[in-house]
């Protein structure tokens, strides 16, 4: 994309100004505006994907999030920022399907082991600590509450809301996250530091 300059100057478009003169010809129809959309908010969907439901079902959930964007981008009214909006919609998207694939079961588990029984990817030796794996092992309550809340900053009556859980429930489950979290990093920290 060029650049618009003034004398010596160049000006930088913004994102947020990129992304409402895509959302309007998007919405008109021009693919190639979505492609643009696509290719400026794929990684953060993707992450958030992968955190939430694990590296085995990012890539299809981000796939699934970007049609339901297409299939709704009608109803973008711009009251808010286009990545704001589609973070939402990602998130409610993420959350929706665990609803529906049953993995309510395994929402709350209070075993002192919980990380130690999640099944993991074998570790790589060029990391000490894996940060996203002990993410990804968190019980499936415990994870959706701790990305929502420490990684992607929405409060506890706004995930009770989209989880569908009380705002005790929600801090309750942070809490546990953290604690399992450190449980899991503080003994590969301290065996590190012996080396």
């Given at each position: 994309?060029?650049?618009?300059?003034?004398?010596?100057?160049?000006?930088?478009?913004?994102?947020?100004v990129?992304?409402?003169?895509?959302?309007?010809?998007?919405?008109?129809?021009?693919?190639?505006?979505?492609?643009?959309?696509?290719?400026?908010?794929?990684a953060?969907?993707?992450?958030?994907?992968?955190?939430?439901?694990?590296?085995d079902?990012?890539?299809?959930?981000?796939?699934d999030?970007?049609?339901r964007?297409?299939?709704?981008l009608?109803?973008?009214?711009?009251?808010?920022?286009?990545?704001?909006w589609l973070?939402?919609?990602?998130?409610?998207?993420?959350?929706?399907?665990?609803?529906?694939?049953?993995?309510?079961?395994?929402?709350?588990?209070?075993?002192?082991?919980?990380?130690?029984?999640?099944?993991?990817?074998?570790?790589?030796?060029?990391?000490?600590?894996?940060?996203?794996?002990?993410?990804?092992?968190?019980?499936?309550?415990?994870?959706?509450?701790?990305?929502?809340?420490?990684?992607?900053?929405?409060?506890?009556?706004e995930?009770?809301?989209?989880?569908?859980?009380?705002?005790?429930?929600?801090?309750?489950?942070?809490h546990?996250?953290?604690?399992?979290?450190r449980g899991?990093?503080?003994?590969?920290?301290k065996?590190r530091?012996?080396?």
């Amino acid at each position: 994309m060029h650049e618009p300059s003034v004398g010596a100057l160049t000006v930088n478009r913004t994102p947020a100004v990129d992304d409402a003169a895509d959302v309007a010809l998007a919405q008109s129809g021009d693919g190639h505006a979505f492609e643009r959309l696509y290719r400026g908010h794929v990684a953060r969907v993707h992450s958030l994907a992968r955190r939430m439901a694990g590296p085995d079902e990012a890539d299809e959930l981000t796939q699934d999030v970007f049609v339901r964007t297409w299939e709704k981008l009608g109803t973008f009214r711009g009251e808010a920022a286009f990545g704001t909006w589609l973070h939402r919609l990602a998130v409610n998207l993420i959350l929706s399907r665990r609803s529906r694939m049953g993995r309510d079961r395994q929402r709350f588990d209070d075993a002192d082991g919980a990380l130690d029984l999640r099944p993991t990817a074998p570790p790589r030796p060029e990391l000490a600590i894996d940060f996203e794996t002990a993410i990804a092992r968190l019980p499936e309550g415990a994870k959706h509450v701790f990305v929502l809340h420490d990684v992607e900053g929405y409060r506890h009556d706004e995930i009770a809301g989209q989880m569908g859980i009380a705002v005790g429930t929600s801090k309750a489950q942070l809490h546990r996250a953290r604690m399992l979290l450190r449980g899991h990093l503080e003994p590969k920290a301290k065996e590190r530091g012996r080396r």
